[in-house]
T-cell receptor, first 115, second 110 residues
Framework: GAGVSQSPSNKVTEKGKDVELRCDPI?????LYWYRQRLGQGLEFLIY????????KSGLPSDRFSAERTGESVSTLTIQRTQQEDSAVYLC?????????????FGPGTRLLVL | KQEVTQIPAALSVPEGENLVLNCSFT??????LQWFRQDPGKGLTSLLL?????REQTSGRLNASLDKSSGRSTLYIAASQPGDSATYLC?????????FGAGTTVTVRA
């Protein structure tokens, strides 16, 4: 079946502009995660959604970052007033349920470059 | 806070040689440990997931071992091929979030 998809695959923007990144999880997966990968670094957790529960936003680096999820489907990560340090690969993942033993399936990522 | 470290950061070997990739973690109370492969321009592909009760897991030419007490895991890739060139990441769950190492970038020379 279809895996996790993300769009756009690449985004170049100017400092100060807002950007929206989209994630389509695997159908039937109730849990959705956003991670950020800066050049040469490991993935950092940003935010997590589980069904209709309140999202865990503890990894968001600043109030310029926000995310929404429509039910158990599409999620959008928004970065307002982008800064050069926001340049990174933003990866989305989904899993069937919320449990440490469940495998997270990752999308191809969105490569964001802020000039 | 769980810290995950991978050594070396990069590795270059001739085709046919065996690969040994290391991962260490600071908190031994883990549910499992997962190894991923990341190719340029693509997402992460799960290679192996070792449950905390297991000592090792095998898939084809890949073998991963886990020593919880010492906070270490090793990924072995036998008889490497140029197609094995990629970045390999290990990750452990921190509740439902994954904590990742920075990865080991492998180049297999033909």
């Amino acid at each position: 079946g279809a895996g996790v998809s993300q769009s756009p695959s690449n985004k170049v923007t100017e400092k100060g502009k807002d950007v929206e990144l989209r994630c389509d999880p695997i159908s039937g997966h109730t849990a959705l995660y956003w991670y950020r990968q800066r050049l040469g670094q490991g993935l950092e957790f940003l935010i997590y959604f589980q069904g209709n529960s309140a999202p865990d936003k503890s990894g968001l680096p600043s109030d310029r970052f926000s995310a929404e999820r429509t039910g158990e489907s599409v999620s959008t990560l928004t970065i307002q007033r982008t800064q050069q340090e926001d340049s990174a690969v933003y990866l989305c993942a989904s899993s069937i349920v919320t449990a440490p033993q469940e495998t997270q399936y990752f999308g191809p990522g969105t490569r964001l470059l802020v000039l | 806070k769980q810290e995950v470290t991978q050594i070396p950061a990069a590795l270059s070997v001739p085709e046919g040689e065996n690969l040994v990739l290391n991962c260490s973690f600071t908190d031994s109370a883990i549910y499992n440990l997962q190894w991923f492969r990341q190719d340029p321009g693509k997402g992460l592909t799960s290679l192996l997931l070792i449950q905390s009760s297991q000592r090792e897991q095998t898939s084809g030419r890949l073998n991963a071992s886990l020593d919880k007490s010492s906070g270490r895991s090793t990924l072995y890739i036998a008889a490497s091929q140029p197609g094995d060139s990629a970045t390999y990441l290990c990750a452990v769950p921190n509740d439902y979030k994954l904590s990742f190492g920075a990865g080991t970038t492998v180049t297999v020379r033909a």
